[in-house]
């Protein structure tokens, strides 16, 4: 991204009431000026006119539907890409994992539970363009056999993560793309963390040099829980795959081991 255009999206973000209209819509699944209007507490023509400085820097899209102007984030990842393309997010272990749960080595009587948590994502329809969970067999010959992890709490397993090699060449041997999934009774709580900590430590460990992921923009959660993990934006890949018939864009984002 070029320093003009940073300059640019960060100029338009230097206004209190432009940050809370934008706060407001990546809040919702489209909203109207009116609502905004409404919300924020000033005038229309005041709305209408943040609005379009903030479509001109590309952090929202409008769009009219009858005689109401709709607005809609454009791209939620587009504020991290931006300070990752300024300040850069060093090599770094994700914080502690909480103490009551536990990462271990995914073993052979973990399936059943894995395949039921990768449902539980799916069936969100923000967490993978997978439409039917893979079977065990096409699992077990994807993922790398030294790391893949499950998280216990109270002797059940509530998440797992696994890293898959991006390419056969001995080139790209060190790289590896990561997935995670949590239970969705156990989502809140430390689970993902404590499966980046053990995924990030394994990979330093094990001579995986770089880890990526892709994410869909909407899905802030997981995002920001892999920047906490010193995973950084490396870009958004627009309307990149469908997903039961709608288009989605996904943040391709990467972790980068420490320099020995």
């Known amino acids: 991204m070029l320093p003009e255009t940073l300059a640019a999206r ?39 006119h943040h609005v379009a400085r903030l479509a001109e820097a590309g952090f929202v899209r409008t769009r009219r539907a009858g005689n109401a102007t709709v607005v809609t984030a454009n ?5 991290p890409q931006v300070a990752d393309a300024v300040l850069g ?21 973990d399936w059943p539970a894995v ?33 893949r992890w499950v998280a216990e709490a109270g002797g ?5 993560t696994a890293a898959a090699p991006v390419s056969p060449r001995e080139c790209y041997a060190g790289v590896a793309e990561t997935s995670l999934y949590v239970d969705a009774r156990h ?15 394994a990979a330093d460990d094990g001579g995986l040099w770089t880890l990526q992921s892709a994410i869909f923009t909407v899905n802030r959660t997981s995002i920001a829980l892999h920047h906490a993990a010193g995973y950084r934006t490396v870009g958004v890949r627009e309307r990149i795959a469908q997903r039961d018939g709608r288009w989605h864009d996904t943040v391709l984002i990467e972790r980068r081991a420490p320099r020995r």
């Open 156 to 160: 059940e397993v509530v998440g797992w």
């Open 187 to 201: 989502r809140g709580r430390g689970v993902g963390r404590a499966l980046l900590h053990r995924q990030v430590t």
């Open 115 to 147: 395949r039921r948590i990768y449902a539980e994502g799916i069936a969100t329809g923000i967490a993978t363009f997978e439409t039917t969970v893979p079977s065990r067999t096409a699992l077990d010959a994807k993922w790398l056999p030294d790391h």
């Open 75 to 79: 791209n939620p990842a587009a504020l």
């Open 10 to 48: 960060f100029a338009c973000l230097a206004d209190p009431t432009r940050l809370r209209l934008l706060q407001a819509v990546a809040a919702a699944d489209g909203v109207t000026v009116g609502t905004l209007t409404e919300r924020l507490g000033v005038s229309q023509s005041t709305c209408s």
């Open 89 to 109: 997010l060093p090599p770094t272990r994700p914080p502690e994992p909480p103490r009551d749960v536990a990462v271990r080595t995914l073993r052979p009587a």
